[in-house]
């Protein structure tokens, strides 16, 4: 049987091991794809600690969300894709599905898109799961419309910074909040920037929307982050948040009239419901992209599957700046 290069992680907090493992073979109704590209999460970095039972990925394991990647193999049935097609999706990584950090992977047709044409491989890698967070929380959650006042809680984070760039591409006034030394860069994406350190929520809810707060707010940090959101929103408003751990009162939102909603973007991979509309929101994805309205910030530092550990050391020391990358070319 022919054979791949991949990353497992044997046991929790256990190092990477290059390994040569049997080669996937494609079922009904999915692709293999030759991966190019695996985008790094902290959701990676729990499920490799053993510290993520959510995300029900056993070890050992491969590890690896994202991918991005070529199209080498169609299975009966496929007819979204053909071989040669590049694409990018979540394809992966939890549920017992096999991970990116591998030569190759077979990914249910359904989770996959064509690749936007004007960025590389390793960009197509960062985007699915924090693009498709950020969408079911602001498109299939809240519906944002134009003109509304958008607040995004840990906005030049992952998540954030695609949420921010979601929202004002549907004619939204972005708000976003996260520490002084991002202020540049999302001031760059046309949102206006908050420092939380230098300034309270009851002082730019004043500030920013004359005190009535905000018609949405994105909450990615979760804990305080949330509590802080119930206080932010406006009467009649919408909090979502895509980390709802912990214990909170829901008196502030509830004396608003205020509404909560709570993103888990694992379902489609981990109960296989929804893989349809996964794919639906990369294709959305591309669109974004390709007009220039939505691009991944990127640390500049370079991974390989040798080096995936270093990338995983770099999420949970907090130094990562930007979205981190292992490349399989």
Known sequence: MPT???AVVEAANGPFRVSELEHPVPKSGEVLVRIRASGVNPLDTKIRAGAAAHARHGLPAIL???LAGVVEQ???GVTRFSRGDEVYGMA???GGNQGSLAEYAAVDERLLAIKPSNVSMREAAALPLIFITAWEGLVDRVNVQAGQSVLVIGAGGGVGHIAVQIALALGADVCAVDSASKADYLRSLGATPIDYSSEDVEAYVAKHSGGKGFDVVYDTVGGAGLDTAFKAVARFGHVVSCLGWGTHALAPLSFKSATYSGV???IPLLTGEGREHHG??????TKLVEAGKVSPR???RRFTLE???SAHELIETRKANGKLVVELD
């Open 4 to 6: 791949m290069r991949a």
């Open 307 to 309: 080096t995936a550990a």
């Open 264 to 266: 888990f973007t694992l």
């Open 92 to 94: 992966g990584g939890v």
């Open 64 to 66: 690896g969300i994202d």
């Open 74 to 76: 169609v299975g009966e």
């Open 280 to 285: 639906d929101i990369m294709r959305e994805a």
């Open 298 to 300: 990127l640390d500049p």
